[in-house]
Antibody, heavy 119, light 105 residues
Framework: EVHLLESGGGLVQPGGSLRLSCAASGFTFNRYAMTWVRQAPGKGLEWVSGVSGDGRSTWYADSVKGRFTISRDSFRNTLYLQMNTLRADDTAVYYC????????????WGQGTLVTVSS | IQLTQSPSSLSASVGDRVTITCRASQGITYFLAWYQQKPGKAPKLLISGASTLQSGVPSRFSGSGSGTDFTLTISSLQPDDFAAYYCQQLDTFPLTFGGGTKVEI
């Protein structure tokens, strides 16, 4: 059974940094693209970033490009999202997801981790 | 690519046929997915490739369309279906979601 567990969320001041982790199990991690999606309180879903199975290709939403970095560690079966220069509008629940294929739909999701950017 | 969902919300009764539309700002062939999300929960993938039902998803859900216009249909609304629904285009990075449709009693 696929299991995704996010961690690393919390309260951070504007301009600060945070690294989210997503521990994956139940599938061959390096065979699947992975994605981060966020949802601001009371708002809709926003695709944030994606990475190919081998980690060589990455993609970003315009709203986070240059500030966020997605990466993966196939030895630890873990997906990461390094978030720098955080802003109030980055406040959201961040979900990691396993994709059907690179650029494909997100088939399995974690429970999410809340990031709050506030002074 | 922008996705416009309509309506943004709707009220319906158990047994009703419900249709949600998603329009893309440019052609995306059939690279569209539909998700269901209940309050406080992660989204659940219902349909990929515009019309391919995911394993375990009830057959009352169906998707259709190609190019710029897509539809999610629930043939007979059940109590478990009251939720928010989102479309997502998978044609071009950055991937994008529609604004969502909340289906209420």
């Amino acid at each position: 059974e696929v299991h995704l567990l996010e961690s690393g969320g919390g309260l951070v001041q504007p301009g600060g940094s945070l690294r989210l982790s997503c521990a994956a199990s139940g599938f061959t991690f390096n065979r699947y693209a992975m994605t981060w999606v966020r949802q601001a309180p009371g708002k809709g879903l926003e695709w944030v970033s994606g990475v190919s199975g081998d980690g060589r290709s990455t993609w970003y939403a315009d709203s986070v490009k240059g500030r966020f970095t997605i990466s993966r560690d196939s030895f630890r079966n873990t997906l990461y999202l390094q978030m720098n220069t955080l802003r109030a509008d980055d406040t959201a629940v961040y979900y990691c997801a396993k994709d059907l294929s690179a650029g494909g739909a997100s088939q399995n999701w974690g429970q999410g981790t809340l990031v709050t950017v506030s002074s | 690519i922008q996705l416009t969902q309509s309506p943004s919300s709707l009220s319906a009764s158990v047994g009703d046929r419900v249709t949600i539309t998603c329009r893309a700002s440019q052609g995306i062939t059939y690279f569209l997915a539909w998700y269901q999300q209940k309050p406080g929960k992660a989204p659940k993938l219902l349909i990929s490739g515009a019309s391919t039902l995911q394993s375990g998803v009830p057959s009352r859900f169906s998707g259709s369309g190609s190019g710029t216009d897509f539809t999610l249909t629930i043939s007979s609304l059940q109590p478990d279906d009251f939720a928010a629904y989102y479309c997502q285009q998978l044609d071009t990075f950055p991937l994008t979601f529609g604004g969502g449709t909340k289906v209420e009693i």
